[in-house]
């Protein structure tokens, strides 16, 4: 027998309203959700975009977990459901004016970000959300705890005198390290004769050409002049090498002979060598600079502490009145 239309209909309506909740979370496990925050499911993909969110608008230290993403997830939530409580929810205009203010921070517009959100797969609604709960339990915050947010003089001299103990130590114990002493560094010079052969009468021969280049060797700009008349003379680039680390008696050899002179002749894989001695010069690493923050920089930043610290006080309570069920044991909190 089959059944007209308008009975499929109804009996279609029927199975919804007698279980608004589970089809669409069937729907979302089929999309590896990973927990379920007051009936709304948060699927793996949601983690992924939250992390490239934070990523994008720079509220991520370093690399985020997949399970600090889904913990600002169930806390999005929280302050979602506080926000509808009190009835704070933004207008549509304010969450427009500060998503400009975050724009012109990155030192882009609000298309500009709407489209660095988009690149990450993040859609204009998602971010709207994050803002939504932003503003609004900033609000709750500000209103709960009304005058806990002041900082002291005294408070604001003694985080600085932390600060500026720090960056001394900091300091000291870079400038104490050896590699700050500096080096010397010498600037070398080869000057090789080939021999193809390893023929001793030749390369004896060669050796006594090589003195001639040495004596006719008065600095490392007349090495090729130096070596004129003599048949395949190959001159090297200048190099440089740390003095500390050349063997003692070769450092000692070159000290010896001076700037703009050389040492050898020495036997060298490809034939008979010298090394002429450019210069040396000491080189030592710059000093460390610091700078010192403002005293409103550092005031706002013992602002800032305050404000997350009661904000972890509020979120203590507040989370205690939402449900959560982690669908993936991996995720669940410890």
Not at 161 to 183: C, F, H, L, Y
Not at 305 to 321: P, S
């Amino acid at each position: 027998m089959r059944m007209k239309p308008c009975l499929i209909a109804a009996c279609a309506a029927l199975m919804l309203a007698m279980s608004p909740v589970t089809a669409p979370l069937a729907y979302a496990d089929a999309q590896g959700v990973v927990a379920v925050v007051n009936d709304k499911p948060i699927t793996e993909r949601d983690i992924t975009q939250r992390i490239a969110l934070l990523k994008v608008l720079g509220d991520a230290n370093g690399d985020i977990s997949r399970k600090a993403a889904l913990q600002s997830m169930i806390d999005e939530q929280v302050k979602l459901a506080e926000i509808t409580k009190f009835k704070l929810l933004p207008t549509d205009a304010e969450v427009r004016d500060y998503i400009a203010r975050i724009s012109k921070g990155m030192q882009t517009t609000p298309e500009g970000l709407a489209g660095r959100l988009k690149k990450q797969g993040i859609g204009e609604t998602t971010f709207k959300r994050y803002v939504t709960a932003l503003i609004g339990f900033n609000r709750i915050l500000s209103s709960k705890y009304r005058g806990r947010f002041t900082v002291e003089p005294a408070e604001v001299d003694a985080k600085f005198a932390e600060i500026k103990n720090k960056a001394d130590t900091q300091i000291s114990k870079i400038m104490n390290d050896p590699r700050m002493k500096g080096v010397t560094v010498f600037s070398l010079m080869e000057i090789n004769l080939p021999v193809e052969a390893n023929d001793s009468m030749l390369l004896q021969s060669r050796a006594v050409e090589a003195q001639l280049v040495l004596k006719r060797l008065n600095g490392c700009g007349n090495a090729r002049a130096a070596a004129d008349g003599i048949f395949n003379v190959k001159v090297g680039k200048k190099f440089e090498a740390d003095a500390a680390k050349l063997p003692k008696q070769l450092r000692a050899a070159l000290e010896k002979a001076g700037n703009g002179r050389a040492v050898g002749p020495m036997r060298s894989k490809t034939g008979i060598q010298l090394l002429a001695f450019c210069g040396s010069r000491k080189v030592t690493p710059p000093k460390p600079k610091f700078e010192m923050p403002t005293r409103q920089q550092v005031e706002r930043s013992l602002i800032n502490e305050k404000f997350d610290g009661l904000e972890e006080e509020y979120m203590k309570t507040a989370r205690e009145q939402v449900y959560v069920e982690y669908r993936n044991s991996s995720y669940a909190q410890q």
